[in-house]
C-alpha cells in the first residue's frame, strides 16, 4: 500500500524516532485502517487525535508543524 504523503513532518518524525503506525493508533484509540486514511487525507484527524499524537510522541515539534500538510509547503 503506497502512502501518499500528506503531513510530511508527521511521517517524517515518525520514521525518525521509529514510531509505528500501529503504536500511534494504539495510543490514539482508532484502528491502523484508520490511521491510514487520516495519513493519506482521506479523512481528517480530529482535535484530540492531533493532541494526543503530539503530546504523547511528539511534544518538541510544534503543533502547527506537525500536523501541516504537503499542500501548505512544508
Known amino acids: 500500500m503506497s502512502l ?3 503531513y510530511p ?3 517524517s518524525e515518525m520514521a ?3 514510531v509505528t503506525k500501529t503504536t500511534i493508533a494504539k495510543a490514539v484509540g482508532i484502528s491502523t485502517r ?3 486514511s487520516k495519513l493519506n487525507g482521506k479523512t481528517d ?6 493532541d494526543k499524537i503530539h503530546s504523547i510522541f511528539f511534544p518538541y ?9 504537503d499542500a501548505e509547503g512544508v
Open 4 to 6: 501518499q504523503v500528506v
Open 9 to 11: 513532518t508527521l511521517v
Open 16 to 18: 525518525k524516532n521509529k
Open 34 to 36: 484508520s490511521l491510514y
Open 45 to 50: 484527524f480530529t482535535l484530540s487525535e492531533a
Open 61 to 69: 515539534v510544534s503543533k502547527d508543524e506537525l500536523f501541516a500538510t
